[in-house]
């Protein structure tokens, strides 16, 4: 316990109270504690401590089938729609700024157009998403790193069918829910 000076109203004018630091100047009662900031580690000490990583082997494919049910039912209720619009509604910007802003973990995807050959027709449920990456676990129990920038991706929800360009939406899934999105993007054909 660290001893402190009181005056006649019993406030200290140390800046340490029973080993506290104070986050102010303000002088503090016997009682009184000052309230830490609560600390988060920074995407490099995450990536120092392989948090970002996930392991390759020991998946397991079937049991990845809550998750994409649980992705298909926040996707019902994120587009609350029966029917794709067309482009001509009135309704189509908001169902377009929807569909590119939502959550892909979970997500049962196939590999449509990439610039590396391997990986076209890659089928399975996204685990992790990067800024530039897709961790997909495929029907295999494999784990597999597809790049974003360079392949168009393909979802089916119900009877509606999305393709996603991959360079569209190469940032970070918690930027790209709050980052405004252009009116207009044109495919490279």
Not at 114 to 119: D, L
Not at 127 to 132: A, C, G, N, P, Y
Not at 157 to 170: C, E, P, S, W
């Amino acid at each position: 316990m660290t001893s402190y000076e009181s005056d006649a109203t019993g406030r200290t004018s140390k800046q340490t109270l029973n080993g506290h630091l104070c986050c102010s100047n303000t002088p503090l009662t016997r009682g009184e504690e000052c309230k830490r900031r609560k600390l988060f580690l920074s995407r490099k000490q995450r990536l120092e401590l392989n948090l970002l990583k996930l392991p390759t082997d020991g998946w397991n494919y079937s049991s990845l089938e809550p998750l994409r049910t649980m992705w298909i039912d926040y996707m019902r209720q994120n587009l609350n729609i029966n029917k794709v619009p067309k482009c001509t509604d009135q309704d189509w910007s908001a169902f377009s700024t929807i569909v590119s802003k939502a959550e892909l973990v979970g997500a049962e995807m196939t590999v449509v157009k990439s610039k590396v050959p391997n990986q076209i027709g890659m089928k399975g449920t996204v685990v992790l998403e990067t800024k530039m990456t897709f961790q997909i676990v495929t029907s295999q129990s494999k784990l597999k790193t597809v790049i974003k920038e360079t392949s168009v991706f393909q979802f089916q929800l119900d009877n509606m069918k999305f393709t996603v360009y991959g360079k569209h939406i190469a940032t970070r899934p918690s930027e790209r829910s709050v980052k405004k999105i252009k009116g207009q993007m044109v495919p490279d054909l």
